[in-house]
């Protein structure tokens, strides 16, 4: 889920332009579910690699 209302969990990803986005925000990766990528709509933004690898080494 994608929000401006960022709380600084360590579940949390910011983001904003760099990542292909309007304005800044963060992404909460607290509740993730595995879909099939048939069920996915437009992108709307990515991760850079840095922010993929940070977020899987804690």
Sequence with gaps: M???SAKRLFSEVPAGPANG???DCV?????????PSHGLGRTIGFLH????HDRAMP
């Design 2 to 4: 994608l929000t401006s």
């Design 21 to 23: 986005l309007d304005h």
């Design 27 to 35: 992404i909460a990766l607290d509740n993730v579910l595995t879909i």
């Design 49 to 52: 690699p840095r922010q993929e």
